[in-house]
């Protein structure tokens, strides 16, 4: 395509998705690079067209030493020629919302959009980024490749709230095209040359050998992305309904934990219609839960849908949120940031397992810890069952009337544990010491705590005087799940 055809198709894009409609004054991101030196010779008539102002943002890393000051100083020499207003952001300007400068695209991402928001807060009305279909096509290789569902599928977006995208009908060939049609120069970040990043390694040789096999392939992947989309958006229409149709209204029904849920005013909802919808349906209204909390990745939906399925647990999100089931319901719990104490290790698990819902618990090193309550039935449990089995297992009642919420965490100072068939409760720190624990693993090792007792060690198993005996009702029972299967 040539300038003027290339400019039709982004007009006709930008019509179709409605970018520019009711917009006043838009602030373009400019790095320098081929794309965003398009977006700027393709939105400036466009923008004159409907009498929209225009202002360039530009955001310097400051990881790239001299390489980011040139970027910079070609960007002012650019919007001087041209008459734009120019707004440059450096990193140190910006550490309370992106953090200390640091390598890797997350940060470089945190700070652009914290700069992004900037801009917003001052009243423009939309930023407009140079995202093509190149990066949408990358996108959806790498979010199958990570493993997605049909949102993450839909891929880039055209808009969000403050954001447009007006570029994503063109590749990286026609951008590059638009700049020599228009006279216009651009610079060359020379970490996209390197395979570091996995988008970079994509970019390099995936795509390419795609386009190998079908020169459109680009525009396909794209096409792919915007029919996800469309999908994408009928079925979070059913999710919505469905949620709506299946939360819980009478608190007093409801077990402890969901009911404080609802009187708090957050939602809780019945699992049975949950089980009973389509599985399609189910996905997206538990990807509408898990987004606001962390990345929905499609692991995280699958153990939110096993969940659902079992009708009892929990699955832990983040340190501060869960989603819990119980007696026919599904909520969600957070905890409260002041019962995070002082001198807690920074690596490690730090959960609050509240009895009787349990719930699974993610470990370092892909490892997951599964705590159940369940019936028991001690003289069938007792035979033909490894010791190592009976030392992960403890009698409900008698944990319960020590502590109903326990501390899944790492050793903390003033510990203290009481080794089954020992009767002496000793320093944790000793005992780990004497156990022959390897000092590398003693600051991560997964325990169960009620304040400094310990309960439950991982490996060791619970302490002395919590075994299960022939009158024992209930089961605390606790598993860890390793890459090689179930691990009591």
């Not at 198709?9 to 930008?14: A, K, P, S």
């Not at 397992?353 to 001690?378: N, Q, T, W």
């Not at 919590?466 to 605390?476: C, F, K, N, S, V």
Request: hydrophobic share 40%; proline share 5%; aromatic share 6%.
């Amino acid at each position: 395509m040539n300038y003027e055809e290339i400019l039709q198709t982004v007009r006709g894009f930008c019509a179709r998705e409605k970018l520019l409609d009711g917009k006043q004054h838009l602030a373009l991101a400019v790095s320098g690079g081929a794309d965003s030196m398009a977006l700027l010779c393709l939105i400036r008539p466009l923008a004159g067209e409907k009498g929209i102002a225009l202002t360039v943002c530009h955001v310097n890393h400051g990881l790239r030493g001299e390489t980011a000051d040139r970027d910079e100083a070609f960007v002012r020499e650019v919007c001087a020629r041209l008459g734009l207003p120019l707004r440059v952001f450096h990193a140190a300007e910006l550490e309370a919302e992106a953090g200390k400068p640091r390598a890797g695209e997350d940060w470089a991402r945190r700070l652009r959009y914290a700069c992004f928001e900037r801009v917003l807060a001052e009243g423009i009305d939309a930023v407009a980024t140079a995202h093509t279909g190149s990066d949408q096509a990358e996108t959806l290789l790498f979010r199958l490749a990570r493993g997605t569902g049909l949102h993450g599928a839909a891929g880039i977006r055209p808009s969000r709230p403050g954001y447009l995208r007006p570029l994503l009908c063109l590749t990286r060939a026609d951008t590059e095209a638009v700049c020599r049609a228009c006279g216009e120069g651009w610079v060359t970040d020379e970490t996209n040359d390197a395979d570091d990043y996995a988008r970079n390694r994509l970019r390099h040789g995936a795509l390419p050998a795609l386009c190998g096999v079908n020169s459109a392939a680009e525009h396909n992947l794209a096409r792919f992305c915007e029919k996800a989309a469309k999908a994408d958006e009928y079925f979070a229409r059913q999710a919505d309904a469905l949620l709506a149709s299946a939360q819980a209204a009478d608190a007093e029904s409801l077990p402890g934990g969901a009911g404080y849920a609802l009187r708090s005013g957050q939602p809780v909802w019945l699992s049975e219609p949950l089980r009973q919808t389509d599985p399609l349906i189910l996905d997206m209204a538990l990807h509408s839960l898990v987004e606001p909390v962390r990345d929905a990745e499609e692991k995280y939906i699958r153990l939110l849908a096993g969940l659902v399925e079992k009708g009892s647990g929990a699955v832990q999100l983040t340190d501060a949120v869960r989603f819990c089931a119980r007696d026919g319901v599904l909520w969600r719990e957070e905890a409260d940031k002041n019962t995070r104490r002082q001198g807690e290790k920074a690596d490690g698990p730090k959960f609050e397992v509240s009895l009787p819902e349990g719930g699974d618990y993610p470990l370092p090193g892909g490892r997951k810890l599964h705590i159940r309550v369940v019936s028991a039935c001690f003289e069938e449990k007792t035979q033909g069952v490894h010791k190592k089995d009976l030392k992960n297992q403890a009698d409900y009642a008698k944990i319960n009337s020590i502590c109903p919420v326990l501390r899944l965490r790492c050793r903390q100072p003033g510990d203290r544990f009481r080794p089954a068939g020992r009767g002496v409760d000793r320093e944790l720190r000793k005992w780990m010491n004497e156990a022959g624990i390897p000092p590398r693993e003693r600051d991560t090792l997964p325990l169960l705590a009620a304040g400094r007792q310990v309960l439950w060690v991982c490996g060791e198993g619970f302490a002395d005087g919590l075994a299960p005996g022939p009158d024992t009702g209930q089961l605390l029972q606790v598993e860890l799940e390793n890459f090689g299967g179930i691990e009591s």
